[in-house]
């Protein structure tokens, strides 16, 4: 957990310098460094997306501390290459590198497999969540004060926050594969395709990972566009975006640490999955068409709720699978969130900027939040319509 929140740090020390870095090196106004944001947020995503399986796939064979502490190495001295960066093409040659690395996420989720019981896997991995959001609620957080101090100040930030995150994994991570769930590294299933397909096959677990995308595409529609949102829409200062993203991420951390447990005990993991589209649904269409920025912080916190979604729908997938193949399917969760993040950016900032450019057919820089509740209806509806019976736990729902 400590791992994970010093590497969400990383993340999200960033976010709020994003705009303005952008146009230091590249200029031009804020529409259009929201489309380059977008560009830049892709290109990480393909990475992540063509090399989370692989990642997956060699932490499955090697274990999950080899694969963890090399990928926190590397990025370290990316976020040194993005603090030097200056021009556009140095951000972007960051960002690939980055992709390749940040598989750190989807190995401590399957640490958490390792360690787990089957019926407490839902649970532990909204602790995963957990420490994410502690670490998304202080980045954000020191990245909006940095700032004062220059675009720059956030990413050598980072690097240290990445560099003392691969001491602590090096002094106290301890591995968890057992050598008998050990397995061959296979290239076939290493790739997002392969691992796909074969996953794919397992009884109910298709559109599970389709639920599991459509959310990945909404929920993105933050990190895409909400720098841009809050300045266009609000005026706010990146000092104001960093403290907004740092509700979000407490609330979050809240969410996966404990309204989990107690959604879980309550609803069942159907439940769960079902309450926290509606939640989402909700709070999207409300930060979209709300004209205040404090009715917007208010709303932030609330729409950490579908937080659950992830946790709950992970567990269930995660019974589907074998021991000896929980990194393969972390993997393929990876790269299912990457294709999201792939998709979402460019979707993102092209409608935030459709609907704030000059000759706009109507002003709306919440369009992008609208979007995102159509895609969480479509969601709800594949999970209520196609989920079939698996090894789920039981929901009055």
């Keep these: 957990m400590i791992t994970v929140m010093i590497d969400a740090m990383g993340i999200g020390l960033m976010i709020p310098v994003m705009p303005d870095l952008i146009r230091e090196v590249n200029g031009g106004d804020l529409s259009q460094a929201a489309v380059w944001g977008g560009i830049l947020a892709t290109i990480f995503a393909v990475m992540q997306f063509l090399f989370g399986p692989v990642l997956g796939g060699l932490s499955d064979r090697f274990g999950r501390r080899p694969v963890l502490l090399t990928s926190l190495a590397v990025m370290a001295a990316d976020y040194v290459v993005m603090a030097l960066a200056g021009s556009i093409w140095l951000l972007l040659l960051g960002r690939i590198v980055g992709g390749i690395t940040a598989a750190t996420h989807a190995t401590a989720s399957a640490f958490m497999a390792d360690i787990s019981a089957p019926a407490e896997r839902s649970k532990n991995f909204g602790l995963i969540g957990a420490g994410f959001g502690v670490g998304f609620l202080l980045g954000p957080t020191i990245g909006g004060l940095l700032a004062e101090y220059g675009t720059r100040a956030p990413f050598w930030a980072a690097a240290a926050l990445a560099l003392a995150n691969f001491l602590l994994g090096w002094l106290v991570l301890k591995e968890t594969l057992r050598p008998e769930h050990a397995r061959a590294f296979s290239w076939r299933r290493a790739n997002p395709f392969g691992a796909l397909k074969h996953l794919s096959n397992l009884p109910g677990v298709r559109p599970l990972l389709m639920v599991y995308f459509l959310y990945s595409v909404a929920f993105a529609v933050y990190p895409s566009v909400w720098s841009y949102f809050g300045q266009e829409r609000f005026g706010w200062q990146p000092s104001v975006i960093g403290l907004s993203l740092a509700l979000f991420g407490g609330a979050m951390a809240i969410v996966q640490g404990g309204v989990i447990r107690l959604a879980l005990n309550q609803l069942g993991e159907r439940g769960t999955v079902i309450a926290g589209h509606v939640f989402a649904i909700a709070t999207y269409i409300a930060i979209a068409v709300t004209p205040s920025g404090v009715l917007t912080l208010i709303l932030t916190p609330i729409a950490a709720?579908?937080?659950?979604?992830?946790?709950?729908?992970?567990?269930?997938?995660?019974?589907?699978?074998?021991?000896?193949?929980?990194?393969?399917?972390?993997?393929?969760?990876?790269?299912?969130?990457?294709?999201a993040m792939i998709l979402s950016p460019l979707a993102m900032t092209a409608t935030f900027a459709q609907f704030t450019r000059d000759g706009a057919p109507f002003y709306l820089p919440g369009a992008p939040f609208l979007l995102a509740a159509g895609l969480m209806v479509l969601a709800l509806a594949v999970f209520i319509l196609r989920i079939r019976r698996l090894d789920v736990t039981s929901s009055p729902l």
């Design 305 to 339: 709720v579908a937080g659950v979604i992830p946790p709950a729908l992970t567990g269930i997938m995660s019974r589907q699978v074998a021991d000896n193949a929980q990194g393969e399917l972390q993997g393929v969760l990876t790269s299912a969130n990457a294709l």
